[in-house]
């Protein structure tokens, strides 16, 4: 018998110097305070970043003046099963796509935690390239049929869950309005559609309105 902490695949992009990151917020920095091999007693680093660099989690305060922050997240929703729909969009993803992946799988049931496998994951490692403004985000439309639905965790492979262009506060709002917890730049280059075990915790940061995460997954058995 398998021990609990086999089979686990770390699907959480490294947070490195001049990374990918939203247009407009600061360059990731890694900054050597203090340095071995220049005759100091230890190695010191301070890092500059965005809270919505990288693999990252949204608290609801990032597009709810009332809502709470990142360090109120609830455990419980970050540790348990979780599903992977792959989703072939041609731009935002549809109440339609969503339909399509029930239709070929088992309805969503409110409670179900929700990652999308959509053509971002298709690309190349996208934190090293130049930003993308045509990636595939959730449109409104299939953001309320997520929130209709009462899921309690959606998470996407791109830096932000909503389209770029237009509709990103409404899909914000519409998922973390419903009590939605979104993940967003998670790397489901090499996962498959199926059922899996997550592990997903974000950093305990007071006020804060998101924060890096790392995220495991872990295939369940048929």
């Known amino acids: 018998m398998a021990e609990w902490y086999e089979g686990w695949t770390d699907v959480t992009y490294p947070i490195f110097e001049g990374m990918t990151g939203w247009p407009g917020q600061p360059d990731t920095n890694l900054e050597m305070l203090s340095c071995i091999h220049c005759g100091d007693t230890a190695k010191v680093s301070v890092i500059h970043m965005s809270v919505h660099t990288g693999t ?4 609801p ?18 540790l348990g099963p979780v599903r992977i729909a792959r989703i072939d969009c041609v731009a935002e993803v549809t109440p339609q796509d969503l339909e399509a992946y029930e239709k070929r799988t088992r309805p969503l049931l409110a ?6 496998r959509t053509p971002n994951s298709d690309a190349a490692f996208w934190p090293q390239a130049p ?5 595939h985000g959730i449109g409104p439309a299939a953001a309320h049929w997520i929130a209709d639905r009462k899921l309690q965790l959606v998470g996407v ?7 770029f262009y237009q509709g990103n506060p409404q899909t914000h709002r519409a998922l973390l309005g ?6 967003e730049g998670v790397d489901l280059r090499r996962t498959d559609e199926g059922d899996y075990d997550m592990i997903c915790l974000p950093l305990k940061i007071a006020g804060s309105d998101g924060s890096p995460i790392r995220i495991l997954l872990r295939e369940k058995a048929d």
């Open 56 to 59: 990252h989690m949204d608290a």
């Open 61 to 78: 305060c990032h597009f709810l003046a009332q809502g709470t922050d990142i360090s109120r997240f609830p455990i419980s929703v970050g």
């Open 111 to 116: 409670g179900d935690r929700l990652l999308l």
């Open 131 to 135: 930003f993308n403004k045509d990636y």
């Open 157 to 163: 492979d791109y830096l932000s869950v909503g389209p």
């Open 178 to 183: 419903a009590d939605v917890w979104v993940i």
